[in-house]
């Protein structure tokens, strides 16, 4: 039955998913993982709507996809905070400069995921609140609001010398 199933609907599949992702590997790739999840379900003969179930699936691995890819992104873009200062300025600007980095990753550390993700790369990367909230899957307003939320805690955060 999935031989059968694969042979149906894995070039509608592929298609839909290169339409969202660009990518053709990536795009086959999530194709097989689809039939993969499919067969591991043991009574996939009682779903109702097989192809809905099997575009459902695809769909899933391809927000999974980009939630792992998020992730990546933030973490080494978070890493580029330790290389971000200015190395022209005397030895005390390079000191405070560090110092005020360690204290933004401080803060970071205390904030929800999401906003430190908004302010990663909308300040570390230089992404646009439109860039940034399609590549989060968030509206324009969700970006603005959580940067300034980040905003609003590493400055409180510089001004107590705390965690807040």
């Known amino acids: 039955m999935l031989e059968k199933l694969f042979h149906i609907?894995?070039?509608?599949?592929?298609?839909?998913?290169?339409?969202?992702?660009?990518?053709?590997?990536?795009?086959?790739?999530?194709?097989?993982?689809?039939?993969?999840?499919?067969?591991?379900?043991?009574?996939?003969?009682?779903?109702?709507?097989?192809?809905?179930?099997?575009?459902?699936?695809?769909?899933?691995?391809?927000?999974?996809h980009h939630r792992r890819q998020t992730v990546r992104k933030t973490d080494a873009d978070t890493d580029r905070l330790d290389t971000c200062h200015d190395e022209s300025g005397g030895p005390e600007m390079q000191a405070g400069t560090v110092i005020t980095l360690e204290r933004i990753k401080a803060s970071l550390a205390t904030m929800p995921k999401l906003t430190q993700d908004v302010f990663i790369l909308c300040r570390v990367t230089g992404k646009t609140h439109k860039e940034t909230a399609r590549y989060l899957r968030?509206?324009?307003?969700?970006?603005?609001?959580?940067?300034?939320?980040?905003?609003?805690?590493?400055?409180?955060h510089n001004e107590t010398g705390n965690n807040r």
Do not use: C, M, W
């Open 9 to 64: 609907y894995s070039t509608p599949l592929y298609n839909h998913l290169l339409g969202k992702t660009g990518d053709p590997e990536l795009s086959e790739d999530l194709v097989q993982e689809t039939y993969l999840r499919a067969a591991d379900k043991p009574d996939l003969d009682s779903v109702r709507n097989l192809p809905s179930y099997l575009f459902r699936i695809a769909n899933n691995l391809l927000i999974d």
């Open 138 to 156: 968030i509206s324009t307003s969700s970006v603005q609001k959580h940067l300034a939320s980040a905003l609003n805690r590493i400055s409180q």
